[in-house]
């Protein structure tokens, strides 16, 4: 349980002059405002991140450790302390660092009650009264970054932003020298989660190396901060791999199989009961058309069948279909797929569904169709599948039958990453029918990079962590 602290007690914890000047008037502040700064409890890596003076603290911690809430809280406690400096905080994208910051860091600053405080909502700025400001910027074009005199910032999911944005943009900003303030040199935290061998790693393992002393490694799983049972639940549902990226801070790499787990564990020479529900899994206009049939088995998919036609159409595809699976019993199919598959629904047009369901229907067949409105991000859509193959608990809930199902088990065995990605696919033969395989899992075992909410994480004290940089 935290202690709620006074208005009072907040201002004097992060000394800033414009906030004790408005002591008075304390009884202005909001509950959410005083609440938001809920006290943290100790961590040794996280208090040498907030209290050494290095410039670039470079931060590949665990997902959900507290390495943006700490970004959140330090950038405020410099705006409120620090007159007349201008931050910023900065993400892959407009719209996500305005997700991940923006309402947190209105609460964070007493934006809506300090005398003087302006907040621009179409900038995504935040004034303070002392006039320092914090300003939120995609780096979607990182160019934003440039002819401002920063006076520090974070820089969030770095290993989603471009490889050329921090040599090129963000590093250039902060080596510029204001000649109102010539001894001052600006900070940066670049924090994140890793992703492959990447950029990111380059800039890690400089910081690592100590070869730029302006430059800091700090590092710390998220076991550290969240309870036992959580990190349980993310092994039973994330690969091995991916939870050494997401959740031990592991720079992985995977070599240039997507699928590395894949192999004899797989493998089954089950066949497809005639009073199983059947799941038709697809990915649309490319050649050949390629279909996976499977089943469910508790909470297993099965990959038991597949109809693979070249120079194909949805109809043929369904025709063949109908004609394979003419004695099963069960008249109950789902079908999944590519949202693609929707095209000129909107229109009245005919679509590959549409297709498919006529003649499906037309055979006495129940369809149910369980394609989203859009597709999962290609990173889930994979990390899913990997989770099935294999989770980090060691449980394998992914089966094909090679000689029913070849085209499936080339495509899991084989399937390459392109050279210099990290999740692009490289086009094959048999890349379509995994694709078709992970719309299928990422429709019933979704693996989302961003977590359920979790309570608040504690860290540390308030007063403790403001302590002088």
Known sequence: MTTKRSPKQLLAAIRSEAAAEAEAANHRFSDAEISRWYALREHPVQTALINDKVRIKVVPAGRRSGKTERA?????????????????????????????YWNDLKLLTFSASLPGARVNESDLCINAPNG?????????????????????????????????AWPENISPALDTVDPRNPGYRPWCWLIGVPD?????????????????????????????????DVVAAAKRRMSARQFRQEYEASFENAGSRIYEDYGPRNLTSEMIATHEQLMWFHDFNFTPLSSGVGVRRGPALYCLDEIVLESAIAR???????????????????????????????????????????????????????????????????????????????????????ERAPTIHKGLSTVQLKEGSTFLEEDSYVQHITTAVGYCV?????????????????VQPIAQHWSAR
């Open 72 to 100: 959140k809280r330090f950038v405020a406690r410099e705006m409120l302390t620090n007159a007349g400096m201008p931050y910023f905080v900065a993400a892959p994208t407009r719209d996500q660092v305005k997700r991940i």
């Open 132 to 164: 320092a400001s914090i300003t939120l910027v995609g780096l979607d074009q990182p160019q934003r970054m440039e002819g401002i005199f920063w006076a520090g910032g974070i820089v969030d999911e770095v290993a989603d932003t471009k490889p050329s």
């Open 196 to 228: 492959g061998l990447n950029h990111y790693y380059d800039i890690a393992e400089q910081a690592r190396n100590g070869s730029d002393p302006d430059m800091r490694l700090y590092t710390w799983p998220s076991s550290d901060i969240l309870p036992p």
């Open 316 to 402: 043929q595809s369904a025709l063949e279909f109908v004609e394979r699976f003419k004695d099963h019993e069960n008249r109950s199919v789902l079908l999944y797929g590519d949202p693609a598959g929707r095209a000129g629904e909107k229109h009245g047009h005919a679509s590959d569904y549409n297709e498919m369901e006529s003649i499906l229907r037309a055979s006495k067949w129940t369809v149910e169709r369980r394609v989203r409105l859009s597709a999962p991000a290609i990173k889930d859509r994979q990390n899913s599948v990997r989770a099935k193959i294999a989770n980090a608990a060691g449980e394998v809930s992914l089966f094909v039958n090679p």
């Open 442 to 458: 990422a429709y019933e075992w979704p693996v989302l990079r961003d977590d359920p909410p979790l309570p608040p994480v504690v």
